[in-house]
């Protein structure tokens, strides 16, 4: 990272951390939405079929906190993804003007973004960890890591193509239709239904399950599925930035 | 009143300028309504809630109409906070660009509203459509109202998202047929309104009592977000 871009990113954290509000809302609203999850769940018996084909009896009130750490980590990182880029194109284009290259304007709001999600992930499982131990953890972060950044992903789409207001009413509803309905298997019969497949939570979802109730990893379609989707998305998040900030 | 009247119809063709966003205001709500509708009884069973059937599937739609006028009434406020200022300044008043920019507000609710009660009445049909479809249109409006506090307040776009998104979540989670059924889950805005609901879903009408706890909860919903907005919009001496 050169001296401009690294001067950039200063600012970009700088930016945030001048914002104590958010940074409460960044720890609370993971720490409310998980251990309530907990709390307020039934330890009624789930029979659920994990990605490797395999059924297990659990509970629900483990697969609500299981899965809303993923609709959480979405969620929020869906709609910093959002604001991120939406404050990004409305001030580097200046930046651009004023010698930056379009990647060294870029990448600042990417660390920013990418952060954010860490951070968010970070509290979730910290809270998390209270009341359910996964299996696997490795999955378990991978799977929840994959959810953050293909939701930031797609909140920074929603910034760049269909502005603030459209985007946000996006960004609330689409993680908890996804992860939240089509993906869970507290719901349909334990697995999600086949219309699900095509949806972006479906591979982080079913890896998270995997990490969560599996201590054999048996989840690597659905972790390719997922690894897909975050490509396509990350490529499309830079090309719509680049043309958006004047590159070619 | 011209005045509020020309401003009202403004703010609300400024709001619906990108067809995007009308396209998000009315695909959402029909689209949550639709996918909620099969799993909510089995998520208010997991809670430990006793609602269900077409209950479940109404309680769907209030939720859709209250989170989507939330964020509406939020940004109604917070992406036009320096116009409002100069608006009140050059002469409007305060109180006016409030009224009208919560009229607007409570227009874009009253489409969303009717949104989420047509899917429910297509999707589901409901026993007492009447009911549910005030019931619906109340939930929207108590969020219209708490969206335009919460803007009048936060200026950030990204923390006064979260917040509307942290007090609905407590509110829904904590509702009649959900966890809640006492201490503090009385006290949620939309606990009345929910009752009406889930009781219209299940053909049945609800006490006189519960229509006047639900309107008095509405009209202090917009009357403090109208305070508010004047608060935060009002001249100040320098």
């Known amino acids: 990272m050169n001296g401009r871009a690294s001067t950039a990113t200063r600012m970009g954290f700088r930016e945030q951390l001048r914002r104590p509000l958010l940074l409460v809302l960044l720890v609370a609203v993971p720490l409310l939405f998980i251990s309530w999850s907990f709390a307020i769940t039934e330890a009624t018996p789930r029979l659920i079929t994990l990605p490797g084909g395999e059924q297990l009896l659990t509970t629900m009130r483990e697969l609500h906190g299981a899965v809303m750490v993923p609709i959480t980590v979405g969620f929020l990182a869906g709609l910093i993804g959002l604001f991120v880029i939406r404050s990004a194109l409305e001030s580097d284009r200046r930046l651009v003007l004023a010698g930056y290259s379009p990647g060294e304007a870029i990448l600042p709001r990417i660390a920013v973004l990418v952060s954010a999600t860490l951070v968010v992930l970070a509290v979730s499982l910290a809270v998390t960890a209270i009341d359910f131990i996964p299996a696997s953890w490795g999955p378990f972060v991978a799977g929840n890591l994959l959810a953050g950044l293909i939701y930031g992903a797609i909140g920074a789409l929603a910034g760049a193509s269909i502005g603030r207001l459209g985007g946000a009413y996006l960004m609330f509803f689409l993680p908890m239709l996804d992860i939240g309905v089509a993906q869970n298997p507290m719901f349909f019969d334990g697995s999600p239904p086949g219309w699900a497949t095509a949806l972006p939570g479906y591979g982080p979802t079913r890896v998270i399950i995997d990490g969560a109730f599996s201590q054999s990893f048996g989840a690597i379609g659905p972790l390719v599925v997922a690894l897909l989707w975050l490509l396509g998305l990350s490529l499309a998040v830079l090309v719509l930035l680049r043309r958006s900030l004047g590159g070619h | ?238």
């Open chain 2, 1 to 238: 009143m011209s005045a509020i009247a020309v401003s009202g119809a403004d703010f609300l063709r400024e709001h619906l300028r990108a067809r995007l966003t009308l396209v998000m205001l009315i695909a959402i709500p029909a689209l949550f309504v639709i996918a909620s509708a099969s799993v909510l009884g089995e998520f208010a069973a997991a809670l430990g809630g006793s609602v269900g059937g077409d209950s479940a599937s109404a309680l769907g739609a209030g939720w859709a109409a209250a989170f989507l006028a939330g964020a509406l009434g939020f940004f109604q406020v917070a992406s036009s906070r320096e116009a409002d200022r100069r608006l009140a300044l050059a002469g409007m008043g305060a109180a006016r660009v409030a009224v009208a920019r919560i009229s607007a507000s409570i227009a874009l609710g009253l489409l969303i509203s009717t949104v989420a009660f047509l899917t429910l009445q297509l999707s589901a049909g409901v026993a007492h459509p009447a009911h549910a479809f005030a019931a619906i249109l109340i939930f929207a409006l108590i969020y219209v109202g708490i969206g335009t506090l919460v803007g009048s307040f936060v200026s950030g776009a990204l923390e006064g998202s979260l917040t509307v998104a942290f007090i609905f979540l407590i509110d829904a989670f904590s509702g009649p047929g959900m966890s809640g059924s006492g201490g503090v889950a009385q006290l949620m805005p939309t606990r009345k309104a929910a009752d009406v609901l889930i009781a219209a879903g299940a053909g049945r009408g609800s006490p006189a009592s519960d229509w006047i706890a639900v309107a008095l909860t509405t009209l202090g919903a917009l009357l403090l977000a109208a305070a508010a907005f004047w608060l935060s919009a009002r001249p100040r001496s320098t």
